[in-house]
């Protein structure tokens, strides 16, 4: 069992939990992900370790309550526990002084990203961070990114906050303003495959952290299984990062599709419960 | 040994053989001959005294039958219900020469589900403690009994296992109509009874290294990973939506009881046309899940013929008294789907038998003559391979194939302070293989440990 210690609410159906998990936060590294099971009838979802302390013992999450499985663990409270945890799961990301990079961060994507840019940062990388998201009220972390990056850009679907338009827009200008070794892009689907496509011809090596559907985490199942450069590859022990000119999104856009009506179905059951609670 | 109607037990998950009843049982141990030169122990991987755990059956001692099965295997009910026996002490049987073996699987299991009835567990004697720490990675068969092994002999036995359920394939893998899930988790209770802790959730080479199992006292660390990682065809399509690995359709269904969804959270595609490519046990095992999900019609697709299945003998009778069908000499070569994604058609080349292969098996060969099979679900069941997460994670460790652990038969390494055993050093095999290394290991442990004093 897994202690929360702490819960925030960081945009509209976005928290954050600090949870007491000593064995992961020991060996965690930038890049890792756990998987959890809130309880007995529940179902393994991997989630990305945000943050976390070797000192306290504790690994952070952020979570988009979509489904069942998230709204479910949005209703803990610090005091409560998980049922179970297992990680520090998936490859690290690889750190190194690569010169400029550029971090795109789409919506959620912010909570993989954030150790990525405070490790490049502290490898002496310059960093430019674009932060998307649909309006002001849904960007998460602004004042975390502001601390690791020399040039921080916010779009917004709206306006509302930053400048109106996509990320992309805003990195095709800083991609031609000056040399970039690196891009690391986290975020929906669509926008990792226009990143990549973007950065391609300028053949700027671009990371991408993929997030398919997944049950134990740990290379069993193949259920994560993903198509990298013709190749079919485990996200859950070969990424969750690659190398995004290899991707084929489409095939994983169709794959996360794969339960759709089952995942309609459970949100539904547990909405109908709540309102009768 | 009595079987559930076949129209009724597909409709449910729950166990398809009945075990014997206790005048059954007392008649087939009348049939053991007690042989001098017994040919059943020679077939048995673990060497039980076969003749006299069933003397102790014609005496009616049950109980005396089970603590001499548990001398040589730490887990009796799990066994009679999934080793190949045909393959080890029946087929050995001399009574199988002129007319039928005794059926010593059936009895070992009826032992075994004795003491179930008689509600008390027999725990062996456990030697004093010595203070000396075993780890053991992975809780499936090879792991769970070197573990009760070095527990017996008075070690400190910790077993890390992955997943949030012990037991490995016995739980993720076999499922709920073979093997119940009360049954393993009785078997486990009997490990955890011996003083064996297992701690689960605990990834080693990710939670925590090898290395550091070291650093924090454990004198030898047993890997008993499996091979748990799907092979899969590598033909155009496998990725499409409703083709699944076997591993993930059954853990899916076993560990993660989808089955049941929405009651668990855990979804399972239900299909109408079903087909399954292998025909080993995962492949039947398969095949009647997606039966029991309620498909119409389920096929097994196999590139070789009916003789050289390599399923248990029981689930192939078992499967077709349920319905399923089988494309014999048929090897697929790709998935086609419908323009949303998902499976539609298995595009298959007619294979004929040629020479023996190094198997021993005829080998398929291709006749360049097509057909196609419609399926709105495949699953493909072509066997295991090594899972490179631990392995890859400790320096120096001697490796063959795509990544199995040379060991020899007694679990040594080329690493000394670490033993290996099961399918995670053979490629995939039977259960009582594993358990089997399992022993020997627990054994070469010991003296490695108290050799080193």
């Known amino acids: 069992m897994f202690k929360i210690l702490k819960k925030k609410i960081l945009a509209p159906k976005v928290e954050m939990m600090v949870i007491d998990a000593p064995f992961i936060a020991r060996n965690a590294k930038v890049g890792n992900f756990v998987v959890l099971r809130l309880n007995e009838k529940g179902e393994r979802i991997p989630l990305t370790i945000a943050d976390s302390s070797k000192k306290n013992g504790t690994i952070t999450i952020l979570f988009q309550k979509v489904g069942k499985t998230t709204e479910s663990l949005g209703t803990l409270k610090p005091g409560d526990r998980i049922l179970d945890i297992a990680g520090p799961l998936g490859h690290a990301t690889p750190i190194a002084r690569y010169g400029r990079c550029v971090l795109v961060a789409g919506g959620i994507g912010g909570a993989t990203l954030y150790p990525v840019i405070r490790a490049l940062k502290k490898a002496k990388n310059s960093i430019s961070v674009i932060m998307g998201a649909r309006s002001r009220d849904f960007l998460i972390w602004e004042d975390r990114f502001k601390k690791f990056s020399d040039d921080l850009y916010i779009t917004t679907d709206d306006g509302s906050y930053g400048r109106k338009g996509l990320v992309t827009d805003t990195l095709k200008e800083v991609i031609s303003n000056k040399p970039v070794a690196l891009v690391v892009a986290v975020g929906p689907v669509r926008m990792m495959q226009a990143v990549s496509e973007l950065t391609r011809p300028h053949a700027i090596k671009t990371l991408v952290s993929l997030n398919p559907l997944m049950v134990e985490g740990t290379g069993m199942c193949g259920s994560c299984r993903v198509n990298i450069a013709g190749k079919t590859r485990f996200a859950c022990i070969e990424g969750p990062e690659f190398n995004g000119h290899e991707v084929d999104f489409k095939e994983l856009e169709n794959r996360l599709g794969f339960y759709k009506k089952e995942e309609e179905t459970a949100y539904k059951l547990f909405k109908r419960k709540r309102q009768k609670k | ?453």
């Open chain 2, 1 to 453: 040994m009595r079987h559930r109607n076949p129209s009724k037990r597909i409709n449910d998950f729950k166990e398809v053989a009945l075990g014997l009843t206790e005048k059954q049982a007392l008649k087939e141990a009348e049939l053991c001959l007690q042989c001098k030169n017994p040919r059943c122990v020679d077939g048995c991987p673990v060497e039980i005294d076969i003749p006299r755990f069933i003397s102790f059956v014609k005496e009616k001692d049950y109980l005396g039958g089970l603590r001499t099965i548990r001398q040589y295997n730490n887990l009796p009910s799990i066994c009679g219900r999934v080793c190949p026996q045909e393959n080890q002490c029946q087929g050995k049987c001399v009574k199988g020469k002129r007319a039928r073996p005794v059926s010593i699987g059936d009895l070992e299991r009826f032992v075994a589900d004795y003491e179930i009835l008689a509600g008390e567990m027999q725990t062996p004697k456990v030697k004093a403690p010595n203070g000396h720490k075993v780890a053991v990675i992975g809780s499936g068969p090879a792991g769970l009994t070197v573990a009760a092994d070095l527990a017996r002999l008075g070690y400190d036995t910790t077993v890390f296992e992955a997943l949030h359920e012990p037991g490995g394939v016995l739980i993720y893998g076999i499922p709920e109509f073979r093997l119940p899930k009360k049954i393993i988790r009785r078997e486990i209770d009997y490990v955890k009874s011996l003083g064996v802790k297992i701690r689960v959730n605990w990834v080693i080479g990710r939670t925590q290294t090898v290395n550091e199992l070291f650093r924090e006292g454990f004198k030898a660390v047993f890997i008993g990973v499996g091979a748990g990682s799907p092979r899969y065809l590598g033909i155009p399509g496998e990725n499409l939506n409703n083709v699944y690995f076997a591993s993930e359709f059954l853990t899916r269904v076993n560990l993660m009881n989808a089955h049941r969804f929405p009651e668990y959270d855990t979804p399972v595609k239900k299909a109408r046309r079903v087909a399954v490519i292998g025909a080993g046990n995962v492949a039947m095992d398969s095949a009647r899940t997606a039966l029991r999900l309620g498909a119409e019609k389920v096929y097994i697709v196999y590139r070789r013929t009916g003789k050289e299945m390599p399923s248990r003998h029981e689930e192939i009778e078992n499967a077709k008294e349920e319905g399923i069908q089988f494309h014999f000499l048929s090897d697929p070569r790709e998935i086609i789907g419908d323009s949303k994604g998902w499976a539609r058609t298995i595009r298959c080349e007619k294979m004929k038998l040629g020479e023996p292969d190094a198997s021993g098996r005829k080998k398929p060969v291709p006749t360049g003559k097509e057909f196609s099979i419609r399926a709105d679900q495949v699953i493909v069941a072509v066997g295991q391979r090594s899972n490179p997460l631990l392995v890859r994670s400790v320096k120096k460790l001697k490796l063959w194939g795509d990544g199995y652990i040379v060991a020899d038969k007694n679990g040594r390494t080329n690493l000394k302070r670490i033993f290996a055993g099961g399918d995670i050093t053979t490629g995939a095999a039977t259960v009582i293989s594993a358990m089997g290394v399992g022993k020997r290991a627990a054994r070469a442990i010991d003296s490695f440990i108290l050799g080193h004093k």
